[in-house]
């Protein structure tokens, strides 16, 4: 699992040229799982990739959720399309879409032990983000594609690193 997380980050570097990696956005996010009925926390990196075209962005997050009873974790690598707004718009709304990988464990204790599972699907979502100064805070929501359908509600906060 570190190899796809570190995969990812790479990919990310090496598609953004040295002008848009100065203004990466990062930070913390909130998520709550209908599926698990669980509330997660989790951290995501947003990676501008004006090669596609302008208001593209690549954006892997690793999220971690509290369902009851076992552990699960999520690492999505997601395209998010920054739709055009006018410079003194409150509100920026985007769409995205991607990879999910997530891994369930369930530790049974004693001599029955433990079992674990991985699941690889598509995420398809949306949202909208703010215009607060010298944050970004953002809230959407996402359709995650697996063995069944999962829906998940998210925001957060986004922070520039370097200058625009």
Do not use: H
Request: with cysteine; hydrophobic share 50%; net charge negative.
């Amino acid at each position: 699992m570190r190899k796809l997380l570190c995969s990812l980050a790479l990919v990310g570097m090496l598609a953004a040229p040295p002008a848009a990696q100065a203004q990466l956005e990062a930070g913390p996010l909130l998520a709550y799982y209908d599926d698990l009925e669980a509330i997660g926390v989790g951290a995501f990196i947003a990676i501008p990739v004006p090669q596609l075209a302008e208001g593209f962005a690549i954006v892997p997050d690793f999220t971690w959720y509290f369902p009851d009873g076992s552990d699960y974790f999520e690492v999505n690598g997601d395209v998010a399309y920054f739709f055009p707004v006018a410079a003194d718009s409150p509100v920026a709304p985007f769409a995205f879409g991607g990879l999910s990988i997530g891994r369930t464990s369930i530790d049974f204790g004693g001599a029955i032990g433990s079992q674990s599972d991985t699941d690889v699907g598509l995420n398809l979502g949306g949202g909208v983000q703010f215009a607060a100064g010298s944050i970004n805070p953002f809230a959407g929501a996402k359709f995650e594609l697996r063995d069944n359908t999962g829906f998940v509600i998210f925001g957060g906060l986004g922070f520039p690193i370097g200058s625009n």
